[in-house]
């Protein structure tokens, strides 16, 4: 058995998925994705441009798609995790994966929480940095300094050694420069705007609200929130989806709970291979599979016998 991980946001590109559109399930979740968000979905991944690619809604209706459509494919083999975690879009397709959320709520979440975020970004502008080498305590200790009056908080703790940081300009600008005085290496990361930061509040509220809405089911496996690395309940899930807008990613933390729990092998259902790279550098006790291509697909299952 295995920890699936479904991808976040940034590894998107031109022709991701196009390989894997033959299958039916990825076929179907392509299609659905499309009639709730109003955007052909698959001539998006065929014929997309880099900046299309990377639109607010596309680069996120990308990468779901990709992530459910293979663990559909994995569930239809019989093939299924004790627990998955999401990377912070990728906790909605994790929703949908643990049987939480219809793909079509899903999807109207994934549009209500791109477009609230997208607006949020152009009323209160920011950016991320990554800390290389930081702690999640010298990140947050690097911000209390540096804010100085502006936002600055620890938004993705990654992996040991790696915090992105989110907030105001300026405030970025000062932690960066105190990271790289103390012969460190910052890195300027390129997001429309502060994620996971107080600066999406109001884009956190517009999602809650949302998902007052909808009918959330209990979770037939494992679920952690990034929120806290704790497990999904049900009757929390509006404050908690709408707070995961505005608070931390603590995927490091969710990925060490899921190991103290006897989990040793971690699938990544998505594209780019980013979080199986972190797993690697949290715990390299792990095995470790990325499956975003229909070659890395097809390995894996004739691996384990579907």
Same mark, same amino acid.
């Given at each position: 058995?295995?920890?699936?991980?479904?991808?976040?946001?940034? !590894?998107?590109?031109?022709?991701? &998925?196009?390989d894997l559109l033959d299958l039916p399930?990825?076929?179907?979740?392509?299609?659905?994705?499309?009639?709730?968000?109003?955007?052909?979905?698959a001539l998006l991944a065929k014929d997309?441009?880099?900046?299309?690619?990377?639109?607010?809604?596309?680069?996120?209706? $990308?990468?779901? =798609?990709?992530?459910?459509?293979?663990?559909?494919?994995? @569930?239809? =083999?019989?093939?299924?995790?004790?627990?998955?975690?999401?990377?912070? $879009?990728?906790?909605?397709?994790?929703?949908? $994966?643990?049987?939480?959320?219809?793909? /079509?709520?899903?999807?109207?979440?994934?549009?209500?929480? =791109?477009?609230?975020?997208?607006?949020?970004?152009?009323?209160?502008?920011?950016?991320?940095?990554?800390?290389?080498?930081?702690?999640?305590e010298e990140a947050r200790a690097l911000?209390? !300094? @540096?804010?100085?009056?502006?936002?600055?908080?620890?938004?993705?703790?990654?992996?040991?050694?790696?915090?992105?940081?989110?907030?105001?300009?300026?405030?970025?600008?000062?932690?960066? *420069?105190?990271?790289?005085?103390?012969?460190? %290496?910052?890195? %300027?990361?390129?997001?429309?705007?502060?994620?996971?930061?107080?600066?999406?509040?109001?884009?956190?509220? /517009? +999602?809650?609200?949302?998902?007052?809405?909808?009918?959330?089911?209990?979770?037939?496996?494992?679920?952690?929130?990034?929120?806290?690395?704790?497990?999904?309940? =049900?009757? /929390?899930?509006? *404050?908690?989806?709408?707070?995961? +807008?505005?608070? &931390?990613?603590?995927?490091?933390?969710?990925?060490?709970?899921?190991?103290?729990?006897?989990?040793?092998?971690?699938?990544?259902?998505?594209?780019?291979?980013?979080?199986?790279?972190?797993?690697?550098?949290?715990?390299? &006790?792990?095995?470790?599979?990325? $499956?975003?291509?229909?070659?890395?697909?097809?390995?894996?299952?004739?691996?384990? &016998?579907?």
């Amino acid at each position: 058995m295995s920890v699936w991980m479904c991808s976040g946001q940034g !590894a998107q590109k031109p022709g991701m &998925g196009t390989d894997l559109l033959d299958l039916p399930q990825v076929a179907d979740t392509f299609t659905v994705l499309s009639k709730e968000l109003g955007i052909d979905v698959a001539l998006l991944a065929k014929d997309g441009t880099p900046e299309e690619v990377n639109g607010a809604v596309a680069a996120q209706a $990308l990468t779901m =798609a990709v992530s459910v459509g293979v663990g559909r494919v994995l @569930q239809d =083999a019989g093939i299924r995790p004790d627990a998955i975690i999401g990377f912070s $879009l990728g906790q909605i397709s994790a929703l949908v $994966l643990a049987g939480v959320l219809s793909l /079509e709520d899903a999807a109207r979440l994934l549009k209500v929480r =791109a477009t609230a975020m997208d607006a949020a970004c152009q009323k209160n502008p920011g950016g991320m940095v990554a800390l290389m080498g930081a702690s999640v305590e010298e990140a947050r200790a690097l911000c209390e !300094a @540096q804010a100085q009056g502006g936002v600055l908080v620890p938004a993705n703790m990654n992996c040991p050694g790696q915090v992105v940081i989110s907030g105001t300009p300026d405030a970025l600008d000062r932690a960066s *420069a105190a990271w790289k005085d103390a012969g460190k %290496k910052a890195v %300027k990361l390129a997001t429309a705007g502060a994620f996971h930061s107080p600066l999406m509040a109001d884009a956190a509220q /517009e +999602v809650e609200t949302f998902c007052a809405s909808l009918d959330f089911a209990e979770p037939q496996v494992t679920l952690l929130c990034n929120t806290d690395a704790r497990p999904f309940v =049900a009757a /929390e899930a509006a *404050a908690r989806l709408g707070a995961q +807008v505005c608070s &931390g990613v603590m995927f490091q933390q969710s990925v060490e709970a899921l190991i103290a729990q006897g989990e040793t092998d971690f699938v990544e259902v998505g594209f780019g291979g980013v979080l199986v790279n972190l797993v690697k550098r949290i715990d390299r &006790g792990t095995t470790r599979a990325a $499956l975003g291509t229909r070659e890395q697909l097809d390995a894996y299952m004739a691996e384990h &016998g579907a």
